[in-house]
């Protein structure tokens, strides 16, 4: 199982991005995709989830109205669109898979995890 993100970089606030996440070696359909973010000093934190069995997603109310997460079944791959991006916003973000049809919160319960993406949000 691989998880690969792509799609972070440097932007000046208000502006937007798009996260890219790459799946292989598992059966996309039967997994829960989440997107997590840890700034430095800080905590993991969840940011938004997506169960590609069915499409439901969840996001966290900091990123709410700003960021969308969708799946493309047929490329495996899944993506965080983030719009008025925020200084706030700025941290290392990590997509995690594990098999379920539902959404799971947490990152224990997360079993495979990409290497990271740089944001960066510059005020």
């Known amino acids: 199982v691989q998880l690969v993100e792509s799609g972070g970089g440097t932007v000046q606030a208000g502006g937007s991005l798009r996260l890219t996440c790459a799946a292989s070696?598992?059966?996309?359909?039967?997994?829960?995709i989440g997107w997590f973010r840890q700034a430095p000093g800080k905590e993991r934190e969840g940011v938004s989830y997506?169960?590609?069995?069915?499409?439901?997603?969840y996001y966290a109310d900091s990123v709410k109205g700003r960021f969308t997460i969708s799946s493309d079944k047929y490329a495996d791959t899944v993506y965080l669109q983030m719009n008025n991006l925020k200084p706030e916003d700025t941290a290392v973000y990590y997509c995690?898979?594990?098999?379920?049809?539902?959404?799971?919160?947490?990152?224990?319960?997360?079993?495979?995890w990409g290497q990271g993406t740089q944001v960066t949000v510059s005020s």
């Open positions: 995690a898979g594990t098999y379920a049809t539902y959404i799971i919160k947490v990152p224990s319960g997360y079993n495979y």
């Open positions: 070696g598992f059966t996309f359909d039967e997994y829960t």
């Open positions: 997506i169960s590609t069995s069915d499409g439901n997603t």
